[in-house]
C-alpha cells in the first residue's frame, strides 16, 4: 500500500499551535482517516477521525482544541492543534481506518504512518 507520511511536529510551548499533516495518497473512500498518539509510558489513543464528506469526530480529551480536516485534491490530512498543553506530548500517527464504529480502538486500523513527535513544555 502507499505509505502515510506525516510532517509538522514539533517543541511548542504550552498554549501555542502545531498544524500537523499526513500526506495520505489516493484512497478508496469506503476508508476513513485519523489521527491518534501515544504517550511515553501509555497507550495509543484515538485523537480524531474524519469521513470522505468532511464530517469529524474526536476523542473526549480534546475539548474542542484540536480540528482534523482534510484536503481531497492534494490527498492531505490535517490536525490543527491550539491550546496545546504539556499532557498533549507524544507521538502523533496519522491512520487508514476502516470502521466509523469504535474508530479509537487500534484493530480498526489497517495502515499507520510512521509518526511525528510533538513536544508541550510549560
Known amino acids: 500500500q502507499v505509505p502515510l507520511a506525516e510532517a509538522g511536529g514539533g517543541s511548542v510551548q504550552a498554549g501555542q499551535s502545531l498544524r500537523l499533516s499526513c500526506a495520505t495518497g489516493?484512497?478508496?473512500?469506503?476508508?476513513?482517516m485519523a489521527w491518534f498518539r501515544q504517550a511515553p509510558g501509555k497507550e495509543r489513543e484515538g485523537v480524531a477521525i474524519i469521513d470522505y464528506s468532511g464530517t469529524p469526530a474526536y476523542g473526549d480529551f480534546v475539548k474542542g482544541r484540536f480540528t482534523i480536516s482534510k484536503d481531497n485534491g492534494k490527498n492531505t490530512l490535517f490536525l490543527q492543534m491550539n491550546s496545546l498543553e504539556p499532557g498533549d506530548t507524544g507521538m502523533y500517527f496519522c491512520a487508514l481506518v476502516s470502521q466509523w464504529y469504535l474508530w479509537h480502538q487500534e484493530d480498526r486500523v489497517v495502515l499507520w504512518g510512521q509518526g511525528t513527535q510533538v513536544t508541550v513544555t510549560s
Open positions: 489516493s484512497r478508496d473512500n469506503s476508508f476513513y
